[in-house]
């Protein structure tokens, strides 16, 4: 293999800033600051605003757009009539 053309490919330890959970993986991301582990060992550490821990989607506090007070249904009322009416007009000429 060339030397010099490949990237930094190491262990990182991401932390998610959000709740301060931090996972280990290896990774070529570019990183200024380093972190002490439990373990002793010196890591690389990048800093992710949200991960599988705090997203609303894994964690299941995620809301359905439908639940929101009747916002889409309200909105189907106003306008989904006159937009099926038109596509019925337009089919019938």
Do not use: W
């Not at 709740?19 to 800093?47: Q, W």
């Not at 809301?63 to 009539?81: A, H």
């Amino acid at each position: 293999m060339k030397e010099g053309i490949h990237p930094n490919y190491r262990e990182v330890c991401f932390q998610d800033m959000s709740n301060g959970f931090k996972f280990v993986t290896r990774s070529c991301a570019n990183t200024k600051e380093m972190i002490k582990m439990e373990d002793g060992r010196d890591l690389p550490l990048y800093k992710l605003d949200t991960t599988s821990e705090s997203h609303p989607f894994y964690t299941g506090t995620q809301k359905s757009v439908d639940n929101m007070g009747g916002r889409v249904e309200r909105f189907r009322n106003r306008f989904g009539k006159t937009a099926t009416a038109k596509v019925a007009e337009v089919a019938a000429e």
